[in-house]
């Protein structure tokens, strides 16, 4: 008797296990995303202070619409595993995390929750429409972030959420392109969103809330391989499923101030392109990509430094500036040729 009692406790125990959440980092999504219950939907949007959209989506979309949102529900889930992952930090008062005041201490969490269920409306709406066109909902993956205290941690929000608003640009333009209207006008209802969580990032970094006067653009392809700096090699179910191309990494290694100055840059050359002449070009506001002529320096395996300015003054670069290590020196008309001639990149600049 007493013995099958205990092999009963014990097998409900290892049901019980069973039934427990992932380890922490398997899934790291809080509220039942990436598919949450009716229920957990309703305080998704109490949380948001607000609803997803109640209409339907359009009847029809153009293939690089389906695109759009494919990179849209992947920039998004990443945000809402970064932003729960913060939460949870400060929150717990792990060590870097910890808010001195506490009236700014709840200010901070009342804000960031906000915001997490904000991007989680924004993924849960994109996939929706996924689903809602038949095709596949895009999967999260496992996140890794290269930080361990609050203030890098808003200084990397802001940096992704400048390459978000970049490229939800380059959205808005394929959908005009693919005359996806209803679309292209809750894009824009979502970068309005988006800017004004950056002006909370920058005022929260004692930077002046607003930018610049036109903020700089980007390309899809370039947002699908910065995301991935966040993503544990191998551990996307489908971003197979999205027709994006992924560059060699680019890291700026000397980060600029707001002169003119040589910076160095370090990128991947597995096929030494470094033996021909390549060019650093970056996109800055609306402006016409800026080529500059890069000058090899070292080669370590297929690591390459390699040096080039960074034409500040004449170009008043401030902002966010996307680099990327091209094959042709234009002259190029927009970030997408930039995109086209793209061997690594984006390397991230942000000045003032
Ligand atoms: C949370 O804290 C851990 C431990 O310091 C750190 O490794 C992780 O990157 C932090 N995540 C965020 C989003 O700040
Ligand atoms: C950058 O390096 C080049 C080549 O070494 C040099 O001619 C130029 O003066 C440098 N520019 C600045 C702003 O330091």
């Known amino acids: 008797m007493r013995i099958l009692d205990i092999t009963v406790a014990l097998s409900s125990l290892a049901l ?72 949870t930090n400060i929150t717990n008062k792990v060590e870097g995390y910890d808010i001195d ?130 993503v544990v090699p191998g551990s996307c179910p489908n971003i197979n499923e999205i027709p994006l191309r992924t560059f060699e990494g680019l890291k700026i290694l000397s980060t600029p101030g707001p002169q003119d100055q040589n910076i160095t840059v370090q990128f991947n050359d597995p096929d030494h392109e470094a033996d021909h002449s390549l060019w650093l070009t970056y996109i800055n506001q609306q402006n016409l990509p800026i080529v500059e002529p890069l000058r090899f320096v070292s080669r370590n395996g297929k690591e390459v430094q390699a040096e080039a300015l960074f034409p500040f003054e004449e170009n008043e670069m401030n902002g966010l500036t996307i680099a990327a290590v091209t094959k042709s020196s234009g002259p190029f008309t927009d970030a997408s040729s930039v995109a086209q001639w793209t061997l690594a990149g984006p390397g991230l600049i942000i000045v003032n």
């Open 101 to 230: 005041e506490e009236e700014d201490h709840v200010k901070v969490l009342d804000a960031l929750k906000a915001i997490l269920a904000q991007e989680e409306l924004h993924a849960l709406r994109a996939n929706d429409a996924l689903e809602h066109f038949k095709v596949n909902k895009i999967q999260p993956c496992e996140y890794t972030f290269p930080i361990s205290d609050f203030k890098s941690a808003i200084a990397l929000a802001a940096t992704f959420t400048d390459v978000v608003l970049g490229t939800l640009q380059d959205v808005v333009e394929r959908f005009a392109l693919g005359r996806d209207v209803d679309l292209a006008r809750e894009i824009a209802s979502v970068i309005g969103q988006e800017g004004e969580q950056q002006g909370w990032f920058r005022a929260s970094q004692g930077k002046i809330p607003s930018e610049l006067p036109f903020l700089t653009t980007s390309d899809l392809n370039f947002a699908f391989t910065a995301i991935q700096d966040f």
């Open 16 to 87: 019980f296990a069973a039934a427990a959440p992932a380890p922490f980092g398997k899934n790291q999504l809080p509220d039942g995303m990436p598919s949450p219950s009716p229920d957990q939907v309703k305080l998704i949007e109490q949380a948001a202070h607000g609803t997803l959209p109640n209409g339907p989506p359009p009847p029809v979309i153009s293939s690089e619409g389906i695109v759009n949102l494919k990179l849209i529900a992947f920039n998004e889930l990443f945000e809402v595993a970064f932003f729960n992952e913060l939460i």
